[in-house]
């Protein structure tokens, strides 16, 4: 079962804008959200993480905004630069049961110069 | 390096041929998990070790699977009888026990592939 709904599947932005990354979950347990991210032939490295106690966190020039009456959290990339080109996921996870993560089907993020 | 490793990086096999793969996580990180990933996916939960002990295992993980981590350390994730949809990417990741902030570091996983 899908639990973590991420979109768009890709998303293309020039040098200097906003990229945009939405998730939507439907387990309310879940109490720990990260962002990955990834590039081809590595493992994912973690990017930035909330947890529900707060709307917003910003690190640098990546922010996420969580709503959690819509059980819905997204990440902001301000100033984006074509090495922030990767893929991202949003995953999830439950700290009281092992924290094992679900995560988003992705979405390939390409900057152009 | 102090990050988690895995060995090999790539593996090719014919199907019905069994593989082993290896993952050494970070010193002293208690939680150790295994994840697949399938092109254009994201990881899938297969299973998770804390210490020495196997805590969970996922559905994905059939009878074919198996995982150990028998000092606590390293651990092994072998799979019998290969077939072409077990290629993937397999991933490691570690985390320490009691880490608030609950974030778990991979390794730069194994790519399988099942001729």
């Known amino acids: 079962q899908q639990q973590v709904k991420q979109s768009p599947q890709s998303l293309i932005v020039q040098k200097g804008g906003i990229s945009i990354i939405n998730c939507a979950y439907e387990?309310?347990?879940?109490?720990?959200f990260p962002w990955y991210q990834q590039f081809p032939g590595k493992g994912p490295a973690l990017l930035i993480a909330i947890r529900p106690d707060v709307s917003e966190k910003k690190e640098g020039r990546f922010t996420i905004s969580f709503n959690k009456s819509a059980k819905q959290f997204s990440l902001h990339i301000m100033d984006s630069q074509p090495g922030d080109s990767a893929t991202y996921f949003c995953a999830a996870s439950i700290s009281s049961s092992g924290s094992r993560l679900t995560f988003g089907e992705g979405t390939q993020l390409t900057v152009n110069p | 390096d102090t990050g988690v490793s895995q060995d090999p990086r790539h593996k090719i096999t014919k199907r019905g041929q069994n593989v082993t793969f290896r993952c050494d996580p970070i010193s002293e990180h208690n939680r150790l998990y295994w994840y697949r990933q399938t092109l254009g996916q994201g990881p899938e939960f297969l299973t998770y070790f804390q210490n020495e002990a196997q805590l969970e295992k996922s559905r994905l993980l059939s009878d074919r699977f198996s995982a150990e981590r028998p000092k606590g350390s390293f651990s092994t994730l072998e799979i019998q009888r290969t077939e072409q949809g077990d290629s993937a990417m397999y991933l490691c990741?570690?985390?320490?026990?009691?880490?608030?902030?609950?974030?778990?570091?991979f390794g730069p996983g194994t790519r399988l592939t099942v001729l």
């Open positions: 387990n309310t347990a879940f109490d720990y």
């Open positions: 990741a570690s985390s320490p026990t009691g880490d608030p902030t609950d974030t778990q570091y």
